[in-house]
């Protein structure tokens, strides 16, 4: 049995893509704007700071269980965004991790967003902590801390499983406007259902990227998308080639992608 890795032809497409997300990453770190939609959930954000300044309440961001990975790192990233905004109004922050890995990270990055927004007499230590490891040890902590905070804003970011409706449902009986956002497509259907806004599966991603406007986030973004539409390019010329029969199985361009 012939494998995709032992085909020339492959290789080919592999080498593609890859060089068009470096030259994408190269073009947007030399200057070039890539645009990115705006994608409503985030717009709602500085709509959430904005309530949470009025009513005098908490804001809440939650990483979910994710660890010092992909994920994690994604949250942070939207969290900076979040702090900064709220740094200006003066917001209290309440951020729970259950990873210790990336509750150490946190902690930098909540401190370095306050001096980013110039505010960095208002950090405090005690706003960014590690609850449990366990599942619904952290689920029950965070709940308990939606109640007696009684935060007007929560922000949902990262990986989540069963505790996600626990964290939704608390924010809703407090009357929490709630921003969610997470990669697990099992989570997303309680999410959709219980929060105000959702940002769904690669939106995830292109959230942090839009928000940031690093220039490495950003070229990988757009040069994914380019080798997406790449890909689904050979898919149709692969369907339209074998659906003729002048073409068929036996065209080239049907044997270059043809495991055997």
């Given at each position: 049995m012939t494998h995709a890795s032992d085909k020339w032809e492959s290789a080919i497409l592999v080498a593609l893509m890859a060089a068009i997300v470096l030259f994408t990453i190269i073009t947007a770190q030399r200057g070039r704007k890539y645009f990115i939609r705006r994608?409503?959930?985030?717009?709602?954000?500085?709509?959430?700071?904005?309530?949470?300044?009025?009513?005098?309440?908490?804001?809440?961001?939650?990483?979910?269980?994710?660890?010092?990975?992909?994920?994690?790192?994604?949250?942070?990233?939207i969290f900076s965004y979040i702090i900064k905004a709220a740094a200006k109004f003066g917001n209290k922050l309440?951020?729970?991790t259950a990873d210790s890995a990336l509750y150490t990270v946190a902690e930098e990055v909540v401190r370095d967003s306050?001096?980013?927004?110039?505010?960095?007499?208002?950090?405090?230590?005690?706003?960014?902590?590690?609850?449990?490891?366990?599942?619904?040890?952290?689920?029950?902590?965070?709940?308990?801390?939606?109640?007696?905070?009684?935060?007007?804003?929560?922000f949902l970011f990262g990986d989540f499983f069963a505790e996600s409706l626990i964290f939704a449902e608390a924010g809703q009986q407090v009357g929490a406007?709630?921003?969610?956002?997470?990669?697990?497509?099992t989570q997303?259907?309680?999410?959709?259902?219980?929060?105000?806004?959702?940002?769904?599966?690669?939106?995830?991603?292109?959230?942090s990227a839009y928000i940031s406007r690093e220039p490495t986030l950003l070229g990988s973004l757009v040069g994914q998308d380019y080798c997406k539409i790449l890909v689904l390019l050979v898919i149709l010329i692969g369907v339209v080639g074998i659906s003729i029969p002048a073409l068929g199985k036996n065209w080239w361009f049907v044997q270059w992608f043809t495991l055997k």
């Open positions: 994608i409503p959930g985030l717009n709602a954000i500085d709509e959430a700071v904005g309530r949470a300044t009025e009513m005098g309440r908490p804001l809440l961001m939650v990483p979910g269980l994710s660890g010092l990975g992909v994920v994690g790192l994604q949250a942070l990233t309440i951020m729970p306050y001096a980013a927004a110039g505010r960095p007499e208002d950090y405090d230590p005690s706003s960014v902590y590690f609850l449990s490891d366990r599942q619904f040890a952290f689920a029950s902590g965070v709940a308990g801390t939606i109640f007696r905070e009684r935060v007007a804003a929560s406007i709630q921003v969610a956002g997470t990669p697990s497509t997303l259907p309680f999410f959709i259902a219980s929060c105000d806004y959702t940002i769904i599966g690669d939106e995830y991603y292109a959230a």
